[in-house]
């Protein structure tokens, strides 16, 4: 018999290897290779996958090379203990589940795969690939040091919750957490081994598409990245077409964070620091009343962002959450001083103050005061100058109403009479550039309904200059 003991205290039954007092599973790598030579592989594979076909799950201290499963249908979980793998693929299979525990692999491929749970704990992976997998419970992989971390078209398709003691157990969670010496975290993202897995299964690259990442929840939660000066630049977490809670905590990021084509709900941020660059594209936020109350008061204080925030074409369903991103993405630009791109974002903030307003539960006559100031700051903090931050409309709408607008109204009413007795359009535009730099020469006078146009252009001339006088100055002379 092997000599191998398991942690319960039995041995293991297999027969030993010739030359050996260890089974195949069991033997080490250099003492097999040294009996055996390269014929060690194939002797390791075919006795774990006849193992397998017999209805053994639970395999402890194992020693294997390249292990392929495919289409395999379990009922049991399938665990690797204080094992030692180099490629371990699992694909078309459904099983009810995979453990590894205190093991160590250098490649792990779960490839178009159905299972309710996957557990990986205080193990070692350079490489770990979820693909096309479908899971009704919960995938975890906490407590390890894992290189590469990829989930891709991975979505949650369990339907009920089990109840015990009046608390909803959690399912759909999709966990990393105590995770160590990682370079990359990428959730539905493209990278050169992804091809390679497509086009060995035949399947074609440019036709592929990708599904969208879907779980109740996805919490990265206390992750070490690795801080070699090759990888600081890199984007290290990306999150690409995943639907559902975000959580994002204890995490110090040397490099990018990136979020695109996501719909997010409630995310938090943490005690979360990024040293480079966080990036959100084409995301949808959607968030409750409660994450207004509880996790929107903190996010300035949560979340710091080293580098800069960039937000282009988001959606945010509540104007209060929208203003606090963009006043962050604001603050991040003007630290390095690009008060243009700052602008940007200082517009888009006002904006959504501005939405937030119309969406108080007053009611009565503090409504409509409340509807009105909207409508005024509109009118003349956003039409005339994009709230100061952008000194060509001022001009563009001054000359088109002193040279086009009043002149028109003017010879429409007939309003205005002077030293001339036939009064031309150049003489009304004259008149309205008169008018609007309230200089007044006096040849030509407003009559009737063209003192009333006259006042009020008077008023407009003076509102416009006095906006690109200030818009202008707070743009170059800042």
């Known amino acids: 018999m092997c000599e191998y003991i398991y942690e319960n205290g039995r041995k293991c039954r297999l027969k030993p290897v010739e030359g050996s007092s260890y089974c195949p599973l069991h033997i080490p790598y250099d003492e097999g290779e040294k009996i055996l030579g390269d014929e060690i592989k194939r002797v390791k594979e075919e006795t774990f996958l006849k193992r397998l076909k017999a209805g053994q799950t639970y395999f402890e201290g194992v020693y294997l090379y390249d292990v392929t499963i495919k289409e395999h249908r379990g009922e049991k979980i399938l665990v690797f203990k204080n094992s030692q793998i180099k490629s371990l693929v699992i694909e078309n299979s459904t099983f009810k589940g995979l453990i590894l525990l205190n093991s160590s692999v250098e490649r792990l491929i779960i490839f178009q795969s159905k299972a309710e749970t996957l557990l990986i704990k205080g193990s070692t992976v350079f490489g770990l690939n979820v693909l096309r997998v479908d899971f009704s419970s919960n995938i975890s992989i906490r407590d390890s040091s894992v290189k590469y971390l990829m989930i891709n078209s991975t979505q949650y398709t369990g339907t009920s919750e089990e109840e015990s003691y009046g608390e909803k157990s959690v399912r759909g969670l999709l966990e990393l957490s105590n995770l160590r010496d990682v370079r990359r975290i990428g959730i539905n993202t493209r990278y050169p081994l992804l091809r390679k897995i497509l086009e060995e299964h035949g399947v074609n690259v440019s036709e592929a598409g990708r599904r969208t990442v879907k779980a109740r929840s996805l919490v990265i939660r206390d992750v070490s990245f690795d801080t070699a000066p090759r990888f600081k630049r890199q984007v290290r977490l990306s999150i690409v077409?995943?639907?559902?809670?975000?959580?994002?905590?204890?995490?110090?990021?040397?490099?990018?964070?990136?979020?695109?084509?996501?719909?997010?709900?409630?995310?938090?941020?943490?005690?979360?620091?990024?040293?480079?660059?966080?990036?959100?594209?084409?995301?949808?936020?959607?968030?409750?009343?409660?994450?207004?109350?509880?996790?929107?008061?903190?996010?300035?204080?949560?979340?710091?962002?080293?580098?800069?925030?960039?937000?282009?074409?988001?959606?945010?369903?509540?104007?209060?959450?929208?203003?606090?991103?963009?006043?962050?993405?604001?603050?991040?630009?003007?630290?390095?001083?690009?008060?243009?791109?700052?602008?940007?974002?200082?517009?888009?903030?006002?904006?959504?103050?501005?939405?937030?307003?119309?969406?108080?539960?007053?009611?009565g006559l503090k409504k409509l005061l409340d509807r009105f100031e909207v409508i005024f700051e509109w009118i003349f903090?956003?039409?005339?100058?994009?709230?100061?931050?952008d000194w060509k409309r001022p001009i563009i709408l001054w000359l088109f109403a002193v040279n086009v607008l009043f002149p028109l109204l003017f010879l429409a009413t007939q309003s205005v009479q002077g030293i001339s007795k036939g009064m031309s359009l150049l003489d009304y535009e004259y008149f309205s550039v008169v008018t609007a730099t309230t200089l007044g020469y006096g040849d030509y006078h407003p009559i009737g309904v063209g003192r009333v146009i006259a006042s009020v252009e008077a008023l407009f001339g003076m509102f416009m200059w006095a906006v690109f006088l200030t818009v202008f100055a707070r743009k170059y002379m800042r």
């Open 241 to 363: 077409g995943f639907s559902g809670n975000l959580t994002l905590e204890d995490l110090n990021v040397f490099g990018h964070v990136e979020v695109r084509w996501s719909h997010l709900r409630n995310p938090e941020f943490v005690h979360t620091f990024i040293h480079s660059n966080l990036i959100m594209r084409k995301s949808h936020i959607h968030v409750d009343s409660t994450w207004m109350m509880t996790v929107l008061p903190s996010l300035p204080v949560e979340l710091t962002v080293e580098g800069f925030m960039i937000l282009e074409d988001c959606k945010f369903n509540n104007p209060g959450a929208e203003e606090v991103f963009h006043r962050l993405a604001r603050t991040s630009w003007e630290r390095s001083g690009d008060f243009e791109r700052a602008d940007r974002y200082y517009y888009l903030e006002m904006v959504a103050r501005r939405k937030a307003r119309l969406r108080t539960r007053r009611r």
């Open 381 to 389: 903090a956003d039409l005339t100058c994009k709230y100061g931050t």
